[in-house]
């Protein structure tokens, strides 16, 4: 995705889908392929009908995982000498 935010990236790729009048089913799977690994394996045990509702979920994912890493960081080993 190229660093792009969500909701940019899906509007572009709805944009596109709209004029190659590409079906919900195939966008949902194209949508949902093109997310973040992480943020994929969060939302496989779902099953989606509509490309708002993978995109609704995957700014869920998003934003939990930018707020734990906020309030917990990664730990960083101390240089050793």
């Keep these: 995705m190229q660093n792009m935010v969500f909701g940019n990236y899906f509007h572009r790729l709805f944009e596109l889908w709209t004029k190659a009048n590409i079906p919900e089913e195939d966008r949902v799977t ?32 998003e934003e939990a995982r930018a707020e734990n890493l906020f309030y917990h960081p990664p730990r960083t080993t101390p240089a050793s000498d």
């Design 30 to 61: 194209k949508f949902y392929s093109t997310v973040l690994l992480e943020i994929a394996n969060a939302l496989h045990a779902k099953k989606y009908s509509t490309v708002c509702e993978v995109l609704d979920d995957a700014r869920r994912v």
